[in-house]
């Protein structure tokens, strides 16, 4: 029994420039990153990097086209590494663009156990969310199939992953939440998943203890509380991201996807859409076992009663993030029977992690509860 995957050799730093200095940085490396960040952090150290940027792509959440286009643009520059520094875009972008090796977004996800990647790959993120730097998947959506899907394939993690806070600082506070947000969803999802395994369970749980625990400082002290919790945030996320590495996300992330997918909702926030709405239908199945435990645990942390726990997570989390139904994201009602018909034909991979199974009718009740 694989008991904790972490193929990826972790390294923090306090700045930028420690890690170009560490890291050797040079003609040779190719930064896939956003403008913003490439000005402030990378243009100051004078380097000879080579530098693309997603935006001169397309905006919002990473498609085919996008991926397809970066791959050419990336082969036509000639890179040995490829560093990516930015949030789950970029990332997910970037582990494309490192294993590509000359074939397209449709071809890798036709056969992916036939990845190879022969160049270098160094993940910095700029969110403290995704855990993305650790893990072997990449989200892109679909255009031409018509929604997110993983692919997944070893030759996506990365060689190395720096975290490094300052590259957190300029993140507007929305970002912040719905990233934070989402690795607390990594954490909670992977620990009840039926692969979790002792070890993965450990960083699952110390990530819920920090991002809950940093969340109460946020709603009793304001926003800019949070800027003295960058580093905590982004240690948690990646204990998050190891965990779901091991034990996978699982009907959150799947829910959420039809939604991410079609209404370009981000993807911590569509996350948080779903979320308590899937715990509240897991507890009506079972609410014993690991679910007893989370439920003790957050209550806890809360200072609540464990049969009340997700209803004061609910609470905490909107004094964060204003939860939206998904009327309010513009879905029609009409279209929920077809988001459920996606989840169970496109979303195997992380159905099968739920804490129990869920089938049609169930994933159908829920989005009708979130509408
Ligand atoms: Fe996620």
Wanted: aromatic content about 8%; glycine content about 8%; some cysteine.
């Amino acid at each position: 029994m694989k008991e904790l995957i972490l193929k990826t050799e972790l390294h923090s730093f306090r700045t930028c420039r420690e890690f170009a200095e560490t890291f050797a940085l040079g003609a040779d490396d190719l930064i896939l990153t956003i403008r913003p960040l490439y000005e402030k952090y990378f243009l100051p150290l004078s380097l000879p990097l080579k530098a693309l940027f997603i935006e001169d792509f397309g905006l919002g959440e990473p498609t085919d086209t996008m991926t397809d286009a970066m791959i050419d643009a990336a082969e036509k520059a000639g890179f040995r590494r490829l560093i990516a520094a930015g949030g789950g875009s970029v990332i997910d972008i970037a582990k494309v663009v490192a294993a590509a090796g000359g074939k397209h977004t449709d071809e890798l996800y036709a056969a992916p156990s036939e990845i190879r990647r022969s160049k270098g790959f160094v993940i910095l993120p700029a969110t403290c969310g995704t855990g993305s730097e650790v893990t072997n998947i990449s989200i892109i959506n679909r255009t031409r199939v018509g929604t997110k899907m993983g692919l997944v394939s070893d030759a996506l993690f990365a060689d190395a992953a720096a975290l490094i806070p300052e590259l957190l600082e300029g993140l507007p506070y929305e970002s912040f939440a719905a990233s934070s947000a989402d690795a607390l969803i990594h954490a909670v999802e992977s620990a009840l998943s039926p692969k979790a395994t002792p070890f993965s369970k450990l960083l699952s749980y110390r990530a819920i203890e920090m991002i809950i625990s940093n969340y109460s400082v946020i709603a009793a002290k304001g926003r800019e509380a949070r800027i003295e919790m960058l580093a905590s945030f982004l240690a948690a996320a990646n204990y998050a991201g190891i965990a779901f590495g091991t034990a996978g996300c699982a009907a959150v992330h799947a829910l959420s996807y039809p939604l991410g997918g079609k209404y370009h909702v981000p993807h911590g926030e569509s996350n948080y859409a779903v979320f308590t709405g899937v715990m509240k239908n897991y507890i009506e199945i079972k609410k014993d076992g690991e679910m007893a435990v989370m439920m003790g645990f957050i209550a806890s942390l809360l200072g609540a009663e464990p049969s009340e726990a997700w209803d004061g997570l609910d609470t905490l989390l909107g004094r964060i993030l204003p939860k939206r139904s998904l009327r309010e994201y513009g879905v029609r009602e009409d279209e929920l029977e077809e988001f459920a018909d996606s989840v169970i034909e496109c979303q195997q991979r992380l159905m099968a992690n739920s804490f129990v199974p869920l089938d049609k009718d169930r994933v159908l009740k829920i989005y009708r509860e979130l509408y």
